[in-house]
């Protein structure tokens, strides 16, 4: 009896071995080298990003936060989420080309700077669709910041660079401003 139990249970464990090797497998679908990627191209885009925090329709808005946020002088632990339009005039909201979309936290407790994950979505002419993605640590006491561009998609698959930020308004009863992005992109 104890060898047919011993017996049983072995075969019910190479049964569920090799059903997750099976399935394991069947997770690769392809594998070949990457191709080698030549003849980079480097396109300098510049957008002014809206961002309202007032009114009826706000395009950033505070999604989290610490209950210690209030007493910091550094907002350390506020979290926003945005969807802001993109234009090339730094004054009309008018002609969109596209959407700032994504999420800020203020994660230093000794000065004001903030974690970025920006998704630029742009939506007209031959961008139509695709992304540039921008991550990294911003200072707001820089004047000029520069943040990582660390991918995208469509015409920017592959994409590295980096952008070149700059506040042109701010109104301090709102906290309403227009940033200057100069987007540095190496694609393929």
């Known amino acids: 009896m104890g060898k047919l139990l011993l017996t049983t249970i072995l075969l019910i464990f190479l049964s569920v071995v090799s059903l997750c ?21 480097q396109t300098h885009l510049r957008v002014y990003w809206h961002e309202n925090f007032t009114g009826p329709n706000p395009t950033s808005v505070v999604i989290a936060e610490a209950p210690s946020t209030n007493s910091s002088a550094t907002q350390f632990g506020r979290t926003y989420t945005f969807d802001n339009p993109l234009t090339l005039d730094p004054v009309s909201t008018v002609d969109v080309v596209g959407r700032a979309q994504g999420l800020y936290a203020f994660t230093s407790k000794e000065e004001m700077a903030f974690t970025l994950t920006l998704n630029v979505l742009f939506t007209e002419e031959k961008y139509n669709g695709s992304t540039i993605l921008v991550y990294g640590r911003v200072n707001v006491d820089n004047t000029v910041k520069e943040i990582p561009i660390v991918g995208g998609s ?23 401003n227009v940033i200057k992005y100069d987007l540095f992109v190496n694609h393929y």
């Open 21 to 41: 090797h099976a399935q394991q497998t069947d997770l690769v679908i392809d594998e070949k080298p990457a191709p080698k990627l030549i003849n980079p191209i």
């Open 154 to 176: 469509g015409v920017f698959k592959y994409a590295t660079g980096y952008s070149s930020v700059q506040r042109t308004s701010f109104d301090p009863a709102t906290f309403n």
